[in-house]
């Protein structure tokens, strides 16, 4: 997490837990000349457009007047949808028993790559139960080795 948007995380955090929106993510990318602040917020059952309405105008009152970031961007703030990022501990507790999709920083077993059911979380590492071919097997991914992991939706 960058700097900025771990200030960002600081200044909203409280704003949201207020409305009773969960934060899930925050991320400040730029794409051609424009600057995105992208937020992604949930609550039990879901956030609807009233809900991303409603924490937007909160957060932008938070940001105009404690803004970290010194560019032009635009605010964008969404349900983080059906493959939401799995980021902190609480979301990889959530995630237990759901297909969950793994990229990594160094392979395992010549794969970068983990498609599967997450089966175990601890301090160190996670379990995945994976397909390969007919065949079920368990996969352990040490956490350090985890450059991203998102739920997945599996047919």
């Avoid at 009773?20 to 600057?35: I, M, P, S, T």
């Avoid at 902190?88 to 794969?111: C, H, M, R, T, W």
Wanted: net charge negative; glycine share 4%; aromatic share 6%.
């Amino acid at each position: 997490m960058s700097k900025v948007t771990e200030q960002v995380e600081t200044l909203i955090q409280p704003v949201l837990e207020a409305l009773n929106y969960d934060l899930v993510d925050v991320e400040f990318a730029k794409e051609g000349r424009d600057h995105y602040l992208r937020i992604s917020i949930d609550k039990p059952g879901g956030v609807d457009l009233n809900d991303c309405t409603i924490a937007s105008e909160k957060i932008s009152e938070v940001m105009d007047e404690h803004d970290p970031i010194s560019e032009a961007y635009f605010l964008d703030v969404a349900s983080p949808g059906a493959e939401r990022p799995i980021k902190k501990e609480k979301d990889f507790q959530n995630a237990v028993s759901k297909p969950v999709f793994v990229s990594l920083y160094a392979p395992i077993e010549g794969e970068k790559e983990w498609l599967g059911i997450l089966k175990q979380v601890s301090d160190t590492d996670i379990t995945i139960e994976v397909k390969v071919k007919a065949k079920s097997k368990d996969i352990t991914i040490p956490r350090d080795k985890i450059a991203k992991a998102r739920h997945a939706v599996m047919l």
